[in-house]
């Protein structure tokens, strides 16, 4: 009698895999055997580990047990990266255990940086594992081979997952996985982060038709703790300032002391800054580079390239260097300024010893007296793991139009099968069909005012009912403009006749005059002139006055977890024992000449400065809402003085407070900050203001209304502002429920004016609010007055800046607040 055969699953990890786990000395990780089981079982998954856990070996290892077992044929895996740079550091990581286990896998990249023949030759023959960037992807499907290449796809590995799904670049991905998803239905999803708080979230935007319950969830064992201190400087913490000058000596020494430092700043012009102090400290001859988004591609990629061979002591960086990217040799992270999250400063933590059983090693160099506070509370948030909160919104309509014409470009469509697709996506999943309809029109012709201009018909419908791309000039152009990035316009900086060393931005660029100075790319750069697109400059010596580029969007927000945990620490004299002599001074002496701000409760200062015809009126807001809220804020309270006849003169926010100044003296805050102020002043502001246009001239980008790229040409700055502007213009006017109005208008009322945080803080402050009257100005307000009218200064110029902190500080400290 013959017995069938039992057919069982093949082991978990094959022996060519154990052996080379156990020639290592290591054992695979519980998550990493999870992630196996999960790919067995078919499920899609979020893995959350922390880093230097084998978090992307988890990712990967489903993959490479199971080409090792088939005949490899076409693309299996497709591995999504934010950073081209962390995209090319993964491919050269796999590539070692491909080469040591003799596996047949051939792995590429497919980025901005990768060659038009290679692009060319995935179409035809794709890799077996892919790793791309969510633009890459997108312009990928754009193509008619798209449903082939795509077709033997088996899984999707989404790396720093944290850092796509909050943003439109997120927006834009998974609306190409919901086109991968109806290619290639049984591709899994994987996706992979360190620093996430709200799980079930992610889950839900990670699972095809957003049900969390589709996707399971792994969790790493936690590593050793990192090891995060606070330096205090032997010099007394400043009141204000954002460079941390007081402290770039230690920061010198610190690095001296260790193999490989990254010391990260907040902002490029910071960056620049920091490197040039450095390196004028550097006696030593230490090997110290700089790495920011605004340098020549070659110049960081040499950066990267003598990171990974161990040959630097340290490097100056920004967010650019933020994520993933495995470099052994960096055994200390310097924090220069407050790290305005914890969850970024985590991520930070994880590129020191980027091992799992070894502590990340931190330091954290608070710049002034309030980023003291902001410093501590990041700390403690860190060791309490408790991380900042994403907010993921609704999918945008702009983001939309771009993958609409992108699917027009590869095939005709269905409308209704579209539908069904895109709301697939967990951003679009509560998009109505009404909101896809206009959307879809104004791909077709440019929307009801525009529908009479040729350039603006992209798509046509068919007999059969489907959309297709009206040209091919229209495919073309959509592929060279795709992409949810909008950089502000930039202008080349080069070497008379020589080599290209990165990009300024236009508005800075065209402030200079010939013979400025300017620190770029490590160096100090004279202006000659400007070329076309390109500013042509020299080689410069130390000068007595410095411009300073000035980067758009280059803050980063102060996340409310910070926010909250700043205000505790403030309102909780036990614990300011451990705090510095002069942060305590400081404490104590604005309790006794004000108040300290209680959380729940908004602290309003009202105070006069100067004499005779100079003498203003000051209001300062204690309301740690971050400075974009701050900046929005202030525009609507200083419209509400004008009604109110308080002739306001200007306002200036930082991350904690806001102040407002006045000919006349403000009696009562309430009004101003009112819950109506949203209500009544806001779209009457918006609508008139240039976040309004800049807003609009955003999504007009994103959405392929307007283009900036041409074959061989590109169109300035001013003319892309021009031609936004008059656009708008005729849309407000005769087509003012335009999609792409009502996009703007979520993208300003969003991501460039914090409107929902804005609202939550004036519903809680309706009858919380303390008005202390004084008669001079509090040590708190110190370091919000010193922002007025500051802008970036450098060399001898800071000498007058210190001589008016001097005449500030002392009116604060001095008797007579009565």
Not at 515 to 533: A, I, N, Y
Not at 639 to 650: S, W
Request: glycine share 8%.
């Amino acid at each position: 009698m013959a017995v069938a055969a039992v057919q069982t699953d093949p082991p978990l990890l094959p022996a060519a895999f154990e052996r080379w786990f156990a020639a290592r000395g290591w054992q695979p990780h519980p998550h990493q055997i999870a992630m196996l089981e999960a790919a067995q079982n078919g499920s899609h998954a979020l893995l959350v580990a922390p880093t230097g856990g084998g978090k992307t070996l988890a990712g990967f290892l489903p993959t490479l047990t199971e080409l090792s077992r088939i005949a490899p044929h076409g693309l299996h895996t497709l591995y999504v990266s934010p950073l081209k740079a962390l995209a090319q550091d993964i491919a050269r990581n796999l590539e070692r255990p491909i080469r040591e286990m003799g596996l047949d896998i051939r792995t590429e990249t497919r980025t901005g940086d990768t060659s038009a023949k290679q692009k060319l030759s995935q179409r035809v023959a794709p890799p077996h594992i892919l790793l791309t960037t969510p633009e890459s992807l997108s312009l990928l499907l754009s193509y008619p081979e798209a449903a082939k290449i795509f077709s033997s796809l088996r899984t999707v590995i989404i790396d720093e997952l944290h850092a796509f799904a909050p943003t439109k670049r997120g927006q834009l991905l998974a609306l190409a996985l919901s086109r991968v998803s109806a290619i290639a239905p049984a591709a899994r999803r994987v996706g992979l982060s360190a620093t996430i708080r709200d799980v079930d979230a992610y889950r839900r935007w990670l699972a095809p038709g957003g049900e969390a319950g589709r996707v399971r969830l792994v969790t790493g064992r936690a590593g050793a703790e990192p090891e995060i201190r606070i330096l205090i400087p032997e010099a007394r913490i400043p009141w204000a300032g954002h460079l941390g000058r007081h402290a770039l000596a230690e920061i010198y020494r610190r690095i001296a002391q260790h193999r490989t430092t990254l010391v990260f700043v907040n902002t490029r012009a910071s960056a620049e800054l920091v490197f040039q102090e450095l390196w004028h400290l550097n006696e030593d001859g230490l090997e110290i580079a700089l790495h920011h988004g605004s340098l020549d591609r070659e110049h960081r990629q040499r950066v990267e390239a003598a990171m990974a061979a161990g040959s630097l002591r340290a490097v100056v960086c920004t967010s650019s260097l933020d994520l993933g990217i495995d470099w052994g040799d960096v055994d200390l992270v310097i924090q220069l300024g407050a790290p305005k999250g914890a969850s970024r400063l985590l991520q930070r933590i994880g590129r020191a010893n980027h091992r799992f059983d070894t502590p990340s090693k931190a330091l954290l160099v608070p710049a002034n007296r309030f980023e003291f506070l902001e410093c501590r509370a990041a700390l403690e948030a860190v060791r309490a793991h408790d991380l900042d909160a994403d907010e993921i919104g609704a999918g945008a309509l702009d983001v939309l139009a771009q993958h609409l014409m992108g699917l027009a470009c590869a095939a005709p469509f269905d409308p209704d099968e579209t539908f069904a697709e895109v709301t697939q996506a967990a951003p679009y999943r509560a998009l109505d069909r009404t909101e896809f309809d206009r959307t879809l029109g104004f791909v077709e012709n440019g929307g009801y005012a525009l529908k009479a201009y040729a350039r603006y018909r992209r798509i046509k419908q068919g007999t059969d009912g489907r959309y297709f791309a009206v040209s091919a000039k229209v495919e073309r152009q959509h592929r060279l403009n795709a992409g949810t990035i909008v950089a502000a316009p930039t202008l080349a900086v080069q070497y008379r006749g020589g080599r290209k060393l990165g990009e300024v931005e236009e508005y800075f660029a065209l402030s200079l005059v010939p013979g400025d100075v300017f620190p770029f790319s490590g160096r100090l750069l004279r202006f000659e002139g400007l070329r076309e697109t390109t500013l042509i400059v020299s080689a410069a010596r130390q000068a007595q006055s410095v411009r300073v580029p000035v980067y758009a969007g280059g803050r980063l927000p102060l996340s409310t977890n910070l926010a909250d945990r700043v205000r505790e620490l403030i309102a909780n004299p036990r614990q300011w024992g451990i705090f510095p002599k002069d942060v305590h001074e400081w404490l104590h002496l604005q309790r006794s000449i004000s108040t300290l701000p209680a959380p729940g409760r908004l602290l309003v200062e009202t105070f006069p400065r100067g004499t005779g015809p100079s003498r203003r009126q000051f209001m300062v807001a204690y309301s740690f809402e971050g400075r974009n809220a701050h900046q929005s804020l202030g525009l609507l309270i200083t419209r509400r003085m004008e009604r109110l006849g308080l002739k306001p003169l200007g306002f200036v926010g930082s991350d904690y407070v806001l102040a407002v100044w006045s000919m006349e003296r403000v009696t009562d805050p309430a009004p101003l900050f009112a819950s109506d102020l949203l209500d009544e002043e806001l779209r009457e502001w918006m609508a008139e203001s240039a976040l309004m246009k800049r807003s609009f001239r955003n999504v007009a980008v994103i959405s392929g209304l307007l283009e900036r790229k041409y074959p061989g040409v590109e169109k300035t700055g001013r003319q892309m502002t021009v031609s936004s502007d008059l656009i708008y213009d005729v849309l407000r006017r005769y087509d003012p429920e335009h999609v792409l109005m009502d996009a703007a208008w979520a993208e300003a009322g969003g991501r460039l004016t914090d409107l929902d945080r804005l609202a939550g803080f004036l519903k809680r402050v309706q009858g919380c609010i303390d008005h202390r009257r004084l008669r001079k100005i509090s040590p708190f307000a110190v370091p919000v007055m010193l922002e007025i009218g500051k802008e970036a200064v450098y060399g001898e110029a800071l000498d007058s800046i210190l001589l008016e902190e001097e005449a500030v500080i002392r009116d604060a400290t001095e008797p007579g607040h009565g």
